[in-house]
C-alpha cells in the first residue's frame, strides 16, 4: 500500500541525511531506489483510487507492492547493522575496525548488490507489463458508485410494506421528524454501515402517502460520489413536476433515462435441514450478521442451497473466504468493501490494522492509536502531533460506520470500539491479500513469510520459529503464549498484554527497530539494564505488572513517549489503591515524554521533572509534604498538562499543594489522594476541569462552592473527602454527573 511507500521514504531520506558516513558504499544504490520509491508511492495511490479489473492489472499491483515490503526490508537490514556497529563497546569497535574490517565490506557489498536487485526488478515490471499487454491501470474510479448499487437504491422504492421486518420504531421516528407540523427548512440525515438498511427504511417512509401528503413537491434522485450538481438540479425539477402529474418541460427531458430495475426483496430462510446443530450453527451465522439486514438476507439465501451440518460448519469456519469468493455473497461484500475502497488512502491501513483484533475484542482508543503511531500508519503533519492526527483518524473511521463506538469519554470521543463481525471479515481476508497481516487462531500452520503483521489469538502456550518472523513488523499476543518465538529483527510492535510470561526475554534488547512495547498484566518482575538498547522505543507498558522499580538504563530511551507503569491494588475504596514505581531520578533526557503514569517521588525525581516539558499526563506516588514548594514549581512549569494524579505517601501524610499559583491551564482532570489542609484556592480557576476526584482528603472545609463555578466539571468524586455533615449545592455545577460518594451527606 502507498503508506509502505511513504514510510520508506521518508526512511531513505532520514538515512541520506544522518547516515553519510554509514552509507558511503552504498549511497548511489539508496539515492537510484529512493526515486524509484517516490514513482512507486505514485503509482500505488493511482492504483488504490481504481480498482485493478483484470489479473494481468492486479498482478501488476501485486509486485509493485511486494517490491517495496522488499526494499524496506533491505534497509532496515542496512539500519540494523549500523546499528549494531554503532552500539558495540570501544573494545568491540576496535575489534570492527582491525579484524572484522573484511566482514564490513562483504556486509556492504552485500547490501549494495541487493539494492540493485530490487531497483532492477521494479525496472523490468514495465517491460514486462509491455511484453503482456498491460499498459496502464484502467480499473474503475472508487470514486464513483457502481451501476448495481444505484439500481439497489432505486429498487428499494419497490419493497413492498409486508416484506420488512424489524424498522417500524426507527421509521416512525423519521416519520415524526418529517410530519412535525413546523414549516421550516430541516436536513435529516441517516447513517449507518453498508448495508444496514438505511436506504430501504428511507425508501419506505418515502413511500408512504401520509408523509408525502406534508409536502406540496417531493423528488427521489441517486446521488453518487461523482457528479453534475446541473443534472442533479435537473432530475429533482423533474421529480417535482412528475409528482404534481404536470407537464415536464422540454429541456428537462434532454436528461438521460435509466434503467429502472425491480429487485424482489424476499424472506429467505436460514433453514436447510433438521437438528439442534443445524440450530445452533444457524445462530451463530445470525449473530456473525449483527443487525444488518443485508447480511442476513444474503447469507440466508447462501445457506439454503446448504443440505448438511458439515456443510454450514465449513462455512462458517471459512466465513471470509466465502464472502470474497462466493458468487452468493458478492453483492454483499461489494458494498460492505465498497466503504473501504471510499476511504482516504492513510485511513485505510489503519482500519485494517483494527482486524488484527480478536472478534468482538473491545479496542481501546489510547492502545490503538499508539499502535498505529508506532507502526508509521500515521502521516506527519506540519504543527499537530502524530496522537492528535491519529484521534481525527479514529473519529473519522467512527463516523463512517467502519469502527462501532462502544464507549465515550467526558468530551464525547470515542473512548473503545469494536469492528463489524463482517466487516473484520472482510478486513482479514484483504489483509491477507496485500500481505498486510494475519491472525493465528491455532488451526493454520504458522508459515507467515509473506506478511508484516501477525496477531496470536489461540495457541497450545507456544509457536515455532518459521522463516517469516524476520520480515514481521507487528507481533501481537492475545492468547496463552508462555515462549516467544525467535528471530524478530526487524520488529516495531510487540504487545505482549496479559500474556503469562515471567521472564523478560533476552533478545527483545536487540530490536533496534522496536516502537512499541507493551508488558501489561504480564508476569515479568524486572526490566534488564540492557533494555537502554532500544534507542526508537516510544511507548512502554508495564502497568500491572510484578516490575516493582526501573533499571537506570532507562534515561537512555530518548525517544520514548509514553511510559505507563503504575499498579491497581484491590482497595478500590482504601486509600492505596494505587502503586507508583521506582525510578531512578534522571529521567531528564526523556524530553519527548508526554505520558508518566504513575512514578514513585524519591530523591530528586520531583525536581526533574520540571525539565519535561512535553508531559500532557502525570502521576506521582509517594508524595511528603515537605515536597510542597518543588512540587508546586514543577507543575507550574508544565503548561501542556491536562491530567494529574498525585498520592501521598500514606493517609496521614499533608499533601500540601496550596503554593501552586497557576496551574496548568488545559488541566482537564485532577486527582488527589491524601490529607488536605484546607481547599486548595486554583481549584476555582480550573475552567477546563472535566472530572475531580479527591480522596482521604477529610476537608473540614465544604469544597463545593470552591468549584461550582466551573463550566465544564462533569464528573465529581468525593471518597473520605469532607467530614461535615452537609455538602451546599448554592447554585452552578451545570454538567455535573456525580461519579461516586462513600459517605451520605445532606444536599
Known amino acids: 500500500m502507498e503508506s509502505a511507500a511513504s514510510l520508506l521514504i521518508g526512511k531513505i531520506a532520514a538515512i541520506l541525511e544522518n547516515e553519510a558516513s554509514s552509507i558511503a558504499a552504498v549511497r548511489d544504490e539508496v539515492d537510484e531506489l529512493k526515486l524509484e520509491l517516490i514513482s512507486m508511492k505514485s503509482f500505488l495511490i493511482d492504483a488504490e483510487g481504481k480498482e485493478p479489473q483484470t489479473e494481468g492489472e492486479r498482478t501488476w499491483v501485486t509486485s509493485v507492492r511486494d517490491l517495496t515490503c522488499d526494499a524496506e526490508n533491505v534497509i532496515d537490514e542496512f539500519l540494523y547493522h549500523i546499528y549494531d556497529k554503532q552500539s558495540a563497546t570501544p573494545f568491540a569497535k576496535l575489534l570492527h575496525r582491525t579484524i572484522y574490517f573484511p566482514k564490513n565490506l562483504w556486509h556492504r557489498h552485500r547490501i549494495a548488490k541487493k539494492l540493485q536487485k530490487i531497483t532492477k526488478k521494479i525496472k523490468a515490471i514495465p517491460e514486462r507489463n509491455e511484453r503482456y499487454g498491460v499498459s496502464t491501470i484502467e480499473g474503475t474510479s472508487s470514486d464513483s458508485v457502481p451501476r448495481w448499487v444505484k439500481n439497489k437504491a432505486e429498487s428499494s422504492l419497490y419493497i413492498m410494506e409486508d416484506e420488512l421486518i424489524g424498522i417500524e420504531d426507527k421509521k416512525q421516528t423519521l416519520m415524526g421528524l418529517l410530519m412535525n407540523g413546523k414549516e421550516n427548512e430541516m436536513v435529516v440525515s441517516v447513517v449507518g454501515m453498508g448495508g444496514s438498511g438505511k436506504t430501504t427504511l428511507v425508501a419506505n417512509t418515502f413511500n408512504n402517502e401520509n408523509v408525502k401528503r406534508q409536502f406540496d413537491c417531493y423528488a427521489w434522485i441517486t446521488v453518487s460520489q461523482t457528479y453534475v450538481i446541473?443534472?442533479?438540479?435537473?432530475?429533482?425539477?423533474?421529480?417535482?413536476?412528475?409528482?404534481?402529474?404536470?407537464?415536464?418541460?422540454?429541456?428537462?427531458?434532454?436528461?438521460?433515462?435509466?434503467?429502472?430495475?425491480?429487485?424482489?426483496?424476499?424472506?429467505?430462510?436460514?433453514?436447510?435441514?433438521?437438528?439442534?446443530?443445524?440450530?445452533?450453527?444457524?445462530?451463530?451465522?445470525?449473530?456473525?450478521?449483527?443487525?444488518?439486514?443485508?447480511?442476513?438476507?444474503?447469507?440466508?439465501?447462501?445457506?439454503?442451497?446448504?443440505?448438511?451440518?458439515?456443510?454450514?460448519?465449513?462455512?462458517?469456519?471459512?466465513?471470509?473466504?466465502?464472502?470474497?469468493?462466493?458468487?452468493?455473497?458478492?453483492?454483499?461484500?461489494?458494498?460492505?468493501?465498497?466503504?473501504?475502497?471510499?476511504?482516504?488512502?492513510?485511513?485505510?491501513?489503519?482500519?485494517?490494522?483494527?482486524?488484527?483484533?480478536?472478534?468482538?475484542?473491545?479496542?481501546?482508543?489510547?492502545?490503538?492509536?499508539?499502535?498505529?503511531?508506532?507502526?508509521?500508519?500515521?502521516?506527519?503533519?506540519?504543527?499537530?502531533?502524530?496522537?492528535?492526527?491519529?484521534?481525527?483518524?479514529?473519529?473519522?473511521?467512527?463516523?463512517?460506520?467502519?469502527?462501532?463506538?462502544?464507549?465515550?469519554?467526558?468530551?464525547?470521543?470515542?473512548?473503545?470500539?469494536?469492528?463489524?463481525?463482517?466487516?473484520?471479515?472482510?478486513?482479514?481476508?484483504?489483509?491477507?491479500?496485500?500481505?498486510?497481516?494475519?491472525?493465528?487462531?491455532?488451526?493454520?500452520?504458522?508459515?507467515?513469510?509473506?506478511?508484516?503483521?501477525?496477531?496470536?489469538q489461540k495457541t497450545e502456550g507456544e509457536i515455532n520459529s518459521c522463516t517469516g518472523m524476520s520480515e514481521l513488523r507487528s507481533f501481537l499476543v492475545f492468547g496463552t503464549l508462555k515462549k516467544l518465538p525467535s528471530g524478530f529483527k526487524l520488529l516495531r510492535v510487540l504487545d505482549l498484554e496479559d500474556a503469562p510470561i515471567d521472564r523478560f526475554p533476552d533478545e527483545l534488547v536487540y530490536l533496534f527497530n522496536l516502537r512499541y512495547l507493551n508488558l501489561k498484566g504480564t508476569l515479568i518482575e524486572e526490566l534488564p539494564e540492557s533494555i537502554g538498547r532500544l534507542r526508537n522505543l516510544q511507548n512502554l507498558n508495564i502497568r500491572d505488572s510484578k516490575i516493582k522499580a526501573l533499571p537506570k538504563a532507562i534515561s537512555k530511551l530518548v525517544n520514548l513517549r509514553h511510559l505507563t507503569m503504575y499498579r491497581y491494588t484491590n482497595y478500590h475504596y482504601g486509600f492505596m489503591y494505587v502503586i507508583g514505581i521506582k525510578a531512578a531520578s534522571d529521567l531528564s533526557n526523556l524530553q519527548k515524554l508526554q505520558v508518566l503514569q504513575s512514578v514513585e517521588s524519591e530523591g530528586k525525581i520531583i525536581k526533574v521533572i520540571r525539565k519535561m516539558t512535553q508531559l500532557t499526563s502525570l502521576g506521582i506516588t509517594n508524595v511528603k509534604a515537605s515536597d510542597e514548594m518543588d512540587l508546586c514549581d514543577s507543575l507550574q512549569k508544565l503548561e501542556l498538562l491536562h491530567y494529574l494524579f498525585l498520592m501521598a505517601s500514606d493517609e496521614e501524610e499533608f499533601l500540601r499543594v496550596n503554593a501552586l499559583s497557576s496551574p496548568p491551564p488545559g488541566l482537564q482532570k485532577v486527582y488527589l489522594a491524601g490529607k488536605l489542609e484546607k481547599v486548595p484556592l486554583w481549584f476555582g480557576s480550573l475552567h477546563n476541569l472535566t472530572r475531580m476526584s479527591l480522596r482521604w482528603s477529610r476537608l473540614e472545609e465544604d469544597v463545593l462552592p470552591h468549584i461550582q463555578a466551573l463550566p465544564n466539571l462533569e464528573r465529581l468524586g468525593l471518597i473520605n473527602a469532607y467530614v461535615g455533615e452537609k455538602l451546599c449545592f448554592s447554585g452552578g455545577f451545570i454538567m455535573l454527573v456525580w461519579d461516586r460518594c462513600t459517605r451520605r451527606f445532606s444536599l
Request: hydrophobic share 35%; glycine share 6%.
Open 230 to 456: 446541473e443534472d442533479l438540479f435537473k432530475q429533482m425539477i423533474k421529480k417535482f413536476h412528475e409528482g404534481r402529474k404536470e407537464e415536464v418541460p422540454e429541456h428537462l427531458n434532454s436528461i438521460k433515462k435509466k434503467k429502472k430495475g425491480r429487485t424482489q426483496c424476499t424472506r429467505l430462510p436460514l433453514y436447510a435441514g433438521s437438528g439442534r446443530e443445524l440450530e445452533s450453527l444457524a445462530w451463530k451465522l445470525v449473530e456473525k450478521c449483527e443487525d444488518l439486514p443485508l447480511a442476513v438476507v444474503t447469507l440466508g439465501g447462501l445457506m439454503s442451497s446448504k443440505r448438511s451440518s458439515s456443510e454450514w460448519r465449513r462455512v462458517y469456519n471459512s466465513l471470509n473466504w466465502h464472502l470474497t469468493k462466493h458468487p452468493m455473497l458478492e453483492s454483499m461484500s461489494s458494498i460492505l468493501l465498497l466503504s473501504f475502497n471510499n476511504l482516504p488512502n492513510p485511513l485505510k491501513p489503519c482500519f485494517l490494522y483494527c482486524a488484527l483484533f480478536p472478534e468482538d475484542y473491545l479496542i481501546r482508543r489510547k492502545r490503538l492509536i499508539k499502535l498505529w503511531i508506532a507502526e508509521g500508519l500515521v502521516e506527519p503533519i506540519d504543527g499537530v502531533t502524530p496522537e492528535e492526527v491519529a484521534e481525527d483518524y479514529l473519529v473519522e473511521l467512527t463516523g463512517r460506520s467502519m469502527l462501532q463506538v462502544e464507549l465515550r469519554n467526558e468530551a464525547g470521543r470515542p473512548k473503545a470500539c469494536k469492528m463489524h463481525d463482517l466487516m473484520r471479515e472482510l478486513a482479514l481476508s484483504t489483509s491477507k491479500n496485500e500481505k498486510f497481516g494475519a491472525t493465528y487462531v491455532g488451526r493454520e500452520i504458522v508459515d507467515k513469510a509473506e506478511i508484516r503483521r501477525l496477531s496470536i
